[in-house]
C-alpha cells in the first residue's frame, strides 16, 4: 500500500479548496451575490444555499467514494479475477428512488419562490421604465414629471429610496440586454419588441453597482449601471434637483435619439 | 452486404487476397481521400477534429491571456468577441461531436460484428462535408481585412446567435453568415451520420448480438443518433430563417416588421438541450465500456444504465426553455422547466452510481484509459450537481450569464466530455494503429489535465457567484476577480501542457517498435477478439454472439461460486485468416464521389454571401458529385 498517502494529500487538497471557497464568497466585493441588500436577492441566496449544502454533501459522498473504491479494490496480482456481479435491483431502485425523494424537497420550495418573486410589483410601488440601449441606460420615472409634464429622465445612475418597491419595466431599442444588479436582484432580460416587469428593493442605503448580462455587442463589458439607494429625503432632494435641471446624469453626450428601431 | 455467402471457395479466397492487396497499396494520399473504410474515416475524423482541438484551444488560451489582469490589453473588444465566438462553436461542432463521431465510426462495426457502416459512401460523405463546413466556418477569419494586423473576420455574435444582434443591422460584415451557413453544412454531415448509424446497429448486428447484448457504447451511439436526427432539423429551420433576414430581407426576428427575437430562443434550445446530450453520451458510453474492462466486472446494472441514458435523451426535450428562465417566460412556465430539470438529474445520477458499482469488488488496473475515466466521473458529478442548482430558478436568476454558467457547463464538456473522450483514445488506439500508447507520459497528461481543468473552471464557479458575466472582454479592478481570473488563465495553461503531452506521446508512439497485442487491456467486447491494427475487412467469418460481454465469455467460465475461471489456452483462438474459406467477403469500392459531392457545399456556400454566379459553380459540383456517385459501379 505505497500509495495511502493519495487520500490524504487529497483531503488537504479539498481542505484548501474550501478555505478558498469561503475566502472567495465572503469579501465584501460590488457584485456578490452571497451579500444581498434587497429581499430579492435575499431570497435568492437562500435558495442556493438551500441546494448547495445537499449538494456538497453529495459531492464528498462520491468523491471520496471513488478514492475509497479505488484504493481498496486496487488489482492486486496480474491474475485476479473478482466475482462477476451484474447489478442489484433493489440497490439500483434506492439509488433511483432516494435522489428523486431529495429533488422533491429542493422541487417544492423552488416553485413557491418562482410564484412569489414573479409577482406584479405592488400598488405603491415607485414605477420605473429601464430601457436598454447599445451600451447604456435609461431609466425614466413614470411617475415624476418634469415642468413640461415629461416623465423624469435619468442615464446609468438609478435613485431609489431605500424599504420601498421598485416596480421596473423592462425595454430594449436595439438588442437583448439583461437587467442585473447582483446585490438586490437576479437578473432579467431587456428584450425588443416586449416589456417584461419585475419588482425589486434595497434593504440597506448603498451604492450598488450591476451590468448589462446578455451579450449585446462591442460595448457589452462597459454597459455597467449604479443603483443608488438613500433614505426617503435624500431621494426626495435628489429628485428636485434633478427636475429643477441641476442634474449630471441627466443628458450624457451621445446619447442616442430615442426614437423606435427598426427601418 | 457483409453476410453474402459466396459458394464458390476460390473466388472467396482471390477476394482475400484482392482485399490484402488494397490494404498494402493504401498508403498513397489518394487512398485515403478515396477511402470508405469506416475505420480510415473514423480515424480522419479523429485527426480533424483533434486540429481542430488545438485551434479552439488556441483561442481559449487567448481569450485567457485576456482575461488573466484587469483591463487587459491582449485581444480589443471586437477580437475577444470574435474568438470566443469561434471558440463555442468550434470546440461544439468541430470537437466534441466529430470525436464522438470518430468513436462511432471506428467502433460500432466491429462492437456488433459487421464488416463496415450500412452506408459507407454516405459515411464518407459525412466526414468530407464535416472537413468542409469546419473549413469553411474558420475561412471566415480571413475575410475582416489583414489578419496579420489583427482584422478578424469571424462572427462575432456568440455561438448561441442570439437574434437579433445577429441581424444585419447589429452585425454587419460577413461573420454572422459564414457561421450560419457552416452550421448548416455541418448540419448535413451530422444527418447523414445519424441515419447512417441508425440503420447500421438496427440491421447489421451480427447474429445473435441482440439489442440487450450490445455494448453500452452501441447503445448511446443509437440514442445519440435519434437525437442528431430530431434535434438537427430544429436548428436547421432557425438557421435559414436567420438567413433568411440576412440574406433576403425577410422579418423572423426583426422587430420593426413584427418579427419576434424570442422565437431564435426556443429554437435554439429546442436543438441546444438535446445537443447537450449529443455532446455528453457517446463520452458515457465510452466510460461504460472503459470501466468493466478495468475493473475485470461486467457493467453494474446494464439495463438501468441503458435505460437512463434512452430516458435522459427523451428528458433532453422537456428542458430547453432552463437556458431561457430571465427571458420573462412567467411563473408557470419556469415553473415547468424548473421541475423537468430537476428530473433530468435522476436518470444522470443513477448513472454515477452504477458506474460506483462497477467499480466496486472489482480488480481495479489503474492504467491511462482507467484515469480518464474516474476523471470523467468526478468531474461530470460536478457538473451534474452544478446542473441541479440550475434547476432553482430564482437562483438562477442571478447565475444566468455568469461565469458560474461557464464553468458548469465546461464540467460538463471538458470535464465530462473531453475526459470521456481520452479515456476513449487511449483505450482504442492500439486497435487502430497497432502501437501502445505510453503509460506514463498518459498518466502525467491526465495528473496534468486534471489539475489545471481543476484550476481553470471551478475558479470560475467562484468569479460567476461573486458577479462576473460572461462574454465581457474586459473587467475593472476592485471586483474581487482578479486573482480567480489569473488562476484560472493559469489553468489553462496547464491544460495546454497537457495537450503538449498527449502529441508527444502520439509522435513517440509511431517511433515505437513492438506492436500491441490484439487484447492489450483483457477486454470484454468483440473489437479485443480482432487483431491490431484490425485488416480492412474487420472479421474473418461474422462471429455469432451468445451473450453480453462475448468476448470475455470466450476466454473465462465460471466455476460454481460464481467466480472466473480461464478457458483452457488456445480453446478460443481465433483461427488463422488463412485457413477460413467459408464465407465471401465482399468489400464496398473506393470512391472519389463523396468528396466531390461534399466539396460542392462550401462552394454554393461562399456563393450565397458573396455572388450568385458561385452558387451556380458549387451546384455544378454537387450536381456532378451526386451523378457520379449515382452510376458509380459498385464493384470493379
Excluded at chain 1, 410601488?125 to 415642468?147: M, N, P
Excluded at chain 2, 447503445?219 to 436548428?235: G, N, Q, R
Aim: charge should be negative.
Amino acid at each position: 500500500m505505497h500509495r495511502t498517502y493519495w487520500p490524504r494529500l487529497l483531503t488537504v487538497a479539498l481542505l484548501l479548496a474550501i478555505v478558498l471557497l469561503l475566502v472567495g464568497c465572503n469579501t465584501g466585493t460590488p457584485q456578490n451575490t452571497f451579500s444581498p441588500e434587497g429581499d430579492v436577492a435575499s431570497r435568492q441566496r437562500d435558495l442556493f444555499n438551500m441546494v448547495l449544502w445537499p449538494a456538497v454533501a453529495i459531492l464528498v459522498l462520491v468523491e471520496g467514494g471513488l478514492i475509497y473504491i479505488i484504493v481498496r479494490f486496487r488489482r492486486r496480482r496480474p491474475d485476479e479475477l473478482p466475482t462477476q456481479v451484474h447489478g442489484n435491483t433493489r440497490l439500483e431502485l434506492g439509488w433511483t428512488i432516494a435522489p428523486a425523494i431529495l429533488l422533491l424537497f429542493i422541487a417544492v420550495p423552488t416553485v413557491a419562490a418562482i410564484i412569489d418573486l414573479g409577482r406584479a410589483p405592488a400598488a405603491n410601488a415607485l414605477q420605473v421604465k429601464v430601457t436598454g440601449i447599445q451600451w447604456k441606460w435609461q431609466f425614466e420615472y413614470t411617475d415624476i414629471k418634469d415642468s413640461q409634464g415629461n416623465p423624469l429622465q435619468v442615464f446609468d445612475e438609478l435613485h431609489i429610496p431605500v424599504n420601498q418597491e421598485i416596480g421596473a419595466h423592462l425595454e430594449s431599442l436595439d438588442v437583448i440586454h439583461s437587467f442585473w444588479v447582483p446585490k438586490l436582484a437576479g437578473k432579467l432580460d431587456v428584450m425588443p419588441g416586449r416589456s417584461n416587469r419585475m419588482w425589486f428593493n434595497a434593504t440597506k442605503p448603498g451604492t450598488y453597482s450591476g451590468q448589462c448580462a446578455e451579450f449585446c455587442g462591442l460595448g457589452h463589458a462597459d454597459m455597467r449601471l449604479t443603483v443608488v439607494a438613500e433614505s426617503q429625503e435624500d431621494f426626495q432632494a435628489w429628485i428636485d434637483q434633478q427636475l429643477s435641471g441641476g442634474g449630471t446624469s441627466r443628458a450624457p453626450q451621445g446619447a442616442p435619439a430615442l426614437v423606435s428601431g427598426g427601418e | 452486404m457483409a453476410r453474402a455467402i459466396e459458394p464458390n471457395p476460390s473466388p472467396v479466397l482471390e477476394a482475400m487476397r484482392q482485399i490484402r492487396e488494397d490494404a498494402a497499396s493504401y498508403r498513397g494520399i489518394w487512398s485515403w481521400i478515396t477511402t470508405v473504410d469506416h475505420k480510415r474515416i473514423g480515424m480522419m475524423y479523429g485527426v480533424a477534429a483533434l486540429a481542430f482541438f488545438l485551434l479552439g484551444g488556441i483561442e481559449a488560451l487567448l481569450l485567457r491571456l485576456q482575461l488573466s489582469t484587469p483591463n487587459g490589453q491582449v485581444l480589443n473588444p471586437d477580437q475577444y468577441n470574435r474568438i470566443f465566438t469561434m471558440h463555442g462553436t468550434t470546440m461544439i461542432f468541430l470537437v466534441v461531436m466529430p470525436l464522438s463521431a470518430a468513436f462511432f465510426n471506428l467502433m460500432t462495426p466491429l462492437m456488433i460484428g459487421a464488416r463496415d457502416v450500412a452506408f459507407p459512401r454516405l459515411n464518407a460523405f459525412s466526414f468530407w462535408v464535416f472537413l468542409a463546413g469546419g473549413i469553411f466556418m474558420n475561412a471566415s477569419f480571413f475575410t475582416g481585412g489583414n489578419i496579420l494586423q489583427g482584422e478578424l473576420g469571424a462572427p462575432d455574435a456568440g455561438w448561441f446567435g442570439y437574434a437579433p444582434l445577429t441581424l444585419s443591422r447589429f452585425s454587419p460584415g460577413e461573420g454572422v453568415d459564414f457561421w450560419a451557413l457552416g452550421l448548416q453544412i455541418l448540419g448535413i454531415a451530422s444527418m447523414a451520420s445519424g441515419f447512417n448509424f441508425i440503420v447500421t446497429i438496427l440491421n447489421m448486428r451480427a447474429p445473435g448480438m441482440t439489442l440487450f447484448r450490445m455494448p453500452l457504447f452501441v447503445w448511446m451511439t443509437l440514442t445519440t443518433s435519434f437525437l442528431i436526427v430530431f434535434a438537427m432539423p430544429v436548428i436547421t429551420v432557425a438557421l435559414f430563417e436567420l438567413l433568411f433576414d440576412r440574406l433576403f430581407d425577410a422579418n423572423f426576428f426583426n422587430v420593426a416588421k413584427g418579427g419576434t427575437p424570442l422565437l431564435w430562443q426556443h429554437m435554439f434550445w429546442l436543438f441546444g438541450h438535446p445537443e447537450v446530450y449529443i455532446l455528453i453520451l457517446p463520452a458515457m458510453g465510452i466510460v461504460s465500456e472503459v470501466l468493466p474492462t478495468f475493473a475485470r466486472k461486467p457493467l453494474f446494472g446494464y439495463p438501468f444504465v441503458v435505460f437512463s441514458g434512452i430516458a435522459i435523451a427523451f428528458m433532453s426535450w422537456g428542458v430547453w426553455a432552463h437556458h431561457m428562465y430571465t427571458t420573462g417566460l412567467g411563473a408557470v412556465a419556469n415553473s415547468a422547466f424548473g421541475v423537468s430539470t430537476i428530473l433530468i438529474a435522476i436518470p444522470t445520477g443513477v448513472k454515477i452510481f452504477n458506474w460506483m458499482g462497477t467499480l466496486w469488488g472489482g480488480a481495479i488496473s489503474l492504467k491511462t484509459p482507467l484515469y480518464f475515466a474516474i476523471g470523467f466521473i468526478a468531474m461530470f458529478t460536478i457538473g451534474g450537481l452544478t446542473g441541479v442548482t440550475h434547476s432553482i430558478v430564482p437562483s438562477d436568476y442571478q447565475q444566468q450569464d455568469t461565469y458560474y454558467i461557464v464553468a458548469h457547463f465546461h464540467q460538463v464538456l471538458f470535464g465530462g466530455a473531453i475526459f470521456g473522450l481520452f479515456a476513449g483514445i487511449y483505450y482504442w488506439y492500439p486497435k487502430f494503429t497497432g502501437k501502445m500508447l505510453y503509460e506514463g507520459l498518459g498518466q502525467l497528461q491526465f495528473w496534468l489535465m486534471f489539475i489545471g481543468f481543476n484550476a481553470t473552471f471551478q475558479p470560475m464557479m467562484i468569479l460567476g457567484l461573486i458577479g462576473m458575466p460572461r462574454r465581457i472582454y474586459s473587467y475593472p479592478s476592485g471586483q474581487g476577480y482578479d486573482f480567480w481570473n489569473l488562476l484560472a488563465t493559469v489553468g489553462a495553461f496547464l491544460i495546454a501542457t497537457s495537450v503538449l503531452i498527449f502529441i508527444i506521446n502520439v509522435v513517440a508512439t509511431t517511433r515505437r517498435k513492438e506492436r500491441a497485442p490484439a487484447d492489450p487491456w483483457d477486454g470484454r467486447t468483440l473489437e479485443w477478439s480482432l487483431p491490431s491494427p484490425v485488416p480492412a475487412y474487420n472479421f474473418v467469418e461474422i462471429p455469432t454472439v451468445h451473450a453480453l460481454d462475448d468476448f470475455w465469455h470466450q476466454k473465462y467460465t465460471e466455476d460454481e461460486s460464481g467466480r472466473p475461471v480461464p478457458v483452457v489456452a488456445g480453446a478460443s483462438e481465433e483461427a488463422e485468416d488463412e485457413e477460413v474459406d467459408v464465407h465471401g467477403i465482399h468489400m464496398p469500392s473506393p470512391s472519389v464521389f463523396p468528396l466531390i459531392t461534399a466539396a460542392g457545399l462550401p462552394i454554393i456556400a461562399t456563393g450565397l454571401i458573396y455572388d450568385p454566379a458561385i452558387v451556380a459553380v458549387g451546384a455544378a459540383v454537387l450536381v456532378v458529385g451526386v451523378y457520379g456517385w449515382a452510376l458509380e459501379p459498385a464493384t470493379e
